[in-house]
């Protein structure tokens, strides 16, 4: 149904229309949700009229925002993203669980032939109905009620949504799913990090479920959820206002800035006392608490020369795809490399490894590399599992020289990914509705194939099979990977980081038993996952399972900063922005170390017993974490997560004012050599 011509006369007189069509292009469709359905919903519903007055000028933020009772509207995203698991074709019997304002109800009704929603308090299902009553959405129905029990009068239901996070599935609900129907709900023991399900109605009594993404959603309170919202509210989402540091803050803060290393600057930073510290060990994990703060890159540039130079350390391994990795890998040692028709690290974020402060390092390492015999180079190489296309190309291109009938039966098997070779993400979206076969076990054996000659080719040339080998693996765990991060399940993560964590390790297999290698990374890889939130969702990652494998033979550093400028985009795909870093909050770790008054630090954690107690800086608290994206509007609920520092890091890294990397572009570089990395 479409709503009064009225209200969008209002909404276009205030060019809320237009802010709205924004907001579904930038916030919605270019984060991935594309059932047309659901766009064309999303746009044509007023939200701010479901906002209370003085917020109105807030509607198309990609924000949750206040409404009354202490309740929130979900931000358009979530709204979009969960309207579109529920796989509507339209006229559907549609029950809502949580109205809140009415909004969600309301984008439903514009695809479903009735929805019937459900809230618990009074106040709020009041007005909810009459709002969508004066708005013309005649097919909605509002009930005040307890939303575990759902609406008994009225199933079954071909959808049901649950906008609000509960220990399980309620009994009640799924006995009101439709057969076929489907049922998406945030389920989670640990309050807080829900992980989104989708359960499906097979029969009168089997049900299938599956995980599709990580989010953070109220609690779901009735006879069948929670007991009491206060107490299964996320501690790290609760409101309140700055308080004065307490008597044990104080003295914790005392002691941080005891027991940090102070240095005037990366350039003149005496690190002995931490290459004491990191003694025998075989890995060292440097992480950054954003992708584009200058100071980390260089200083990670720092600690690495010295663990080269002084420590003997063999490769880097950075969070990189590995073709790109690998243009930098043949510069630095000095390889033959002939000119390539692309240009390294080309996929967004470019800024990411495309920026003065990588380009510094890397001449270092090629003017180092050239004093040494050629088998002592230091390699440099990448671990991360985005560049299908560039690795499927590598992969044919060796078997071209070394086993042309090989390549031939490759080029059949990986030309089932050739259609979305632009945008293998819609080859997840496609597989997944079940559009499109799975390209699975095409590209699996094209790796079965390649590693059962592993000896006759190895023979030939091992670095060159290394780099097949490598970018076939890549293959086989990059579809895997689409498939199932079109959803953003916690699967997804952890196939990445297993991925990066194999490549390791084969890393390290290759390049003999006594190498030792240098990792670069974000701190949520690099750090112990199982010290953080993300393994009540179920995520682990590379620190984690390095610590697992090597013991204390692996190094996990962490870095952080209070304020300053940081590189990143608010939209993936979008356009590079400077952005102003905000400072960090009372409740953080962060502010702790702020606190010290110190521009610049760092902290051995590994055996500062008094500082990993319950009672001291091992109390779990909340931490920041920017990736390529930052939104500061949303900055507390989108980039803070509670994790225990001493238990997550051996060592932490503090600037306390940091600047944004310098991005380079082709025109920057043009002048260097055609085999260097980032030319053209």
Same mark, same amino acid.
């Given at each position: 149904m479409n709503h009064p011509d009225s209200t969008e006369a209002y909404a276009g007189s205030d060019s809320f229309q237009s802010r709205r069509k924004w907001m579904v292009e930038h916030h919605i469709a270019a984060r991935g949700v594309r059932d047309k359905l659901v766009l064309e919903a999303m746009e044509r519903v007023p939200r701010e009229l479901f906002l209370p007055e003085k917020l109105r000028e807030f509607a198309y933020e990609d924000a949750p925002l206040p409404i009354a009772e202490e309740q929130t509207i979900s931000q358009p995203y979530i709204v979009a993203f969960m309207a579109e698991a529920l796989l509507l074709k339209g006229g559907e019997r549609v029950l809502e669980i949580g109205a809140g304002s009415g909004y969600a109800a309301a984008v439903l009704s514009e695809i479903a032939g009735a929805v019937y929603t459900v809230e618990r308090l009074g106040p709020l299902a009041e007005r909810a109905a009459i709002l969508l009553a004066e708005l013309g959405y005649h097919n909605v129905h509002v009930l005040h009620g307890d939303g575990t029990k759902g609406w008994p009068k009225h199933p079954p239901f071909d959808a049901i949504v649950v906008a609000a996070g509960g220990p399980r599935v309620p009994e009640s609900l799924k006995h009101q799913l439709k057969i076929g129907g489907r049922l998406v709900m945030p389920v989670g023991s640990d309050r807080s990090g829900p992980e989104l399900v989708r359960v499906t109605r097979v029969s009168a009594n089997e049900y299938l479920s599956e995980d599709i993404a990580d989010v953070r959603f109220v609690p779901l309170i009735g006879d069948e959820g929670w007991t009491s919202a206060q107490e299964q509210?996320?501690?790290?989402?609760?409101?309140?206002?700055?308080?004065?540091?307490?008597?044990?803050?104080?003295?914790?803060?005392? #002691? !941080?800035?005891?027991?940090?290393?102070?240095?005037?600057?990366?350039?003149?930073? &005496?690190?002995?006392?931490?290459?004491?510290?990191?003694?025998?060990?075989?890995?060292?994990?440097?992480?950054?608490?954003? #992708?584009?703060?200058?100071? %980390?890159?260089? @200083?990670? &540039?720092?600690?690495?020369?010295?663990?080269? !130079?002084?420590?003997?350390?063999?490769?880097?391994?950075?969070?990189?795809?590995?073709?790109?990795?690998?243009?930098?890998?043949? +510069?630095?040692?000095?390889?033959?490399?002939?000119?390539?028709?692309?240009?390294?690290?080309?996929?967004?974020?470019?800024?990411?490894?495309?920026?003065?402060?990588?380009? &510094?390092?890397?001449?270092?390492?090629?003017?180092?590399?050239?004093?040494?015999?050629?088998?002592?180079? !230091?390699?440099?190489?990448?671990? &991360?599992?985005?560049?299908?296309?560039?690795? !499927?190309?590598?992969?044919?291109?060796?078997?071209?020289?070394?086993?042309?009938?090989?390549?031939?039966?490759?080029?059949?098997?990986?030309?089932?990914?050739?259609?979305?070779?632009?945008?293998?993400?819609? +080859?997840?979206?496609?597989?997944?509705?079940?559009? +499109?076969?799975?390209?699975?076990?095409?590209?699996?054996?094209?790796?079965?194939?390649?590693?059962?000659?592993?000896?006759?080719?190895?023979?030939?040339?091992?670095?060159?099979?290394?780099?097949?080998?490598?970018?076939?693996?890549?293959?086989?765990?990059?579809?895997?990977?689409?498939?199932? @991060?079109?959803?953003?399940?916690?699967?997804?993560?952890?196939?990445?980081?297993?991925? @990066?964590?194999?490549?390791?390790?084969?890393?390290?297999? %290759?390049?003999?038993?006594?190498?030792?290698?240098?990792?670069?990374?974000?701190?949520?890889?690099?750090?112990?996952?199982?010290?953080?939130?993300?393994?009540?969702?179920?995520?682990?990652?590379?620190?984690?399972?390095?610590?697992?494998?090597?013991?204390?033979?692996? +190094?996990?550093i962490g870095f952080g900063t209070h304020s300053g400028m940081v590189t990143a985009a608010s939209d993936w795909n979008g356009p590079m922005e400077i952005k102003t870093i905000r400072p960090s909050i009372p409740e953080s770790y962060e502010r702790l170390c702020h606190a010290t008054g110190l521009a610049r630090f760092t902290l051995g954690l590994r055996n500062e017993g008094y500082l990993r107690g319950s009672t001291a800086l091992g109390k779990e608290r909340l931490e920041r974490a920017i990736g390529v994206i930052y939104r500061p509007e949303t900055e507390r609920e989108s980039h803070y997560f509670r994790a225990n520092l001493p238990l997550q890091f051996d060592e932490y890294v503090w600037f306390d004012n940091t600047h944004a990397v310098t991005a380079l572009d082709t025109e920057a570089v043009k002048d260097l050599p055609d085999t260097y990395p980032f030319g053209v």
């Open positions: 509210r996320p501690a790290g989402l609760r409101g309140g206002v700055t308080k004065p540091l307490t008597s044990e803050v104080e003295m914790l803060v005392r #002691h !941080i800035g005891e027991a940090a290393e102070s240095f005037p600057s990366i350039e003149a930073a &005496d690190l002995n006392s931490m290459l004491s510290r990191i003694g025998s060990t075989r890995i060292v994990l440097l992480g950054e608490s954003t #992708h584009g703060t200058s100071e %980390f890159y260089r @200083m990670r &540039d720092r600690i690495t020369r010295d663990l080269i !130079i002084k420590k003997g350390f063999r490769f880097i391994a950075v969070e990189a795809d590995w073709p790109d990795a690998a243009r930098v890998d043949h +510069y630095v040692r000095h390889f033959q490399y002939p000119p390539s028709e692309w240009t390294a690290f080309a996929r967004f974020p470019t800024w990411m490894w495309r920026n003065t402060e990588v380009r &510094d390092f890397v001449s270092w390492l090629r003017k180092y590399n050239g004093t040494l015999d050629h088998e002592k180079r !230091i390699a440099f190489h990448g671990l &991360d599992l985005y560049s299908l296309y560039d690795s !499927i190309r590598s992969v044919l291109n060796y078997l071209d020289e070394v086993d042309p009938d090989s390549a031939r039966i490759a080029r059949e098997r990986y030309g089932c990914l050739t259609p979305w070779q632009h945008d293998p993400a819609t +080859y997840g979206h496609a597989a997944l509705t079940g559009s +499109y076969p799975l390209c699975e076990p095409h590209v699996v054996r094209a790796l079965t194939d390649l590693l059962a000659k592993r000896r006759a080719y190895a023979e030939h040339d091992g670095e060159r099979f290394l780099d097949a080998e490598q970018n076939a693996r890549l293959v086989a765990n990059a579809e895997r990977y689409y498939r199932i @991060m079109y959803y953003g399940s916690r699967a997804s993560w952890n196939l990445r980081d297993s991925h @990066m964590f194999e490549t390791l390790t084969n890393l390290l297999s %290759f390049h003999g038993p006594d190498s030792k290698v240098v990792v670069w990374a974000h701190n949520s890889h690099i750090g112990n996952a199982a010290a953080t939130e993300m393994a009540a969702r179920g995520e682990y990652n590379l620190g984690q399972l390095c610590r697992k494998k090597f013991g204390s033979r692996a +190094y996990l």
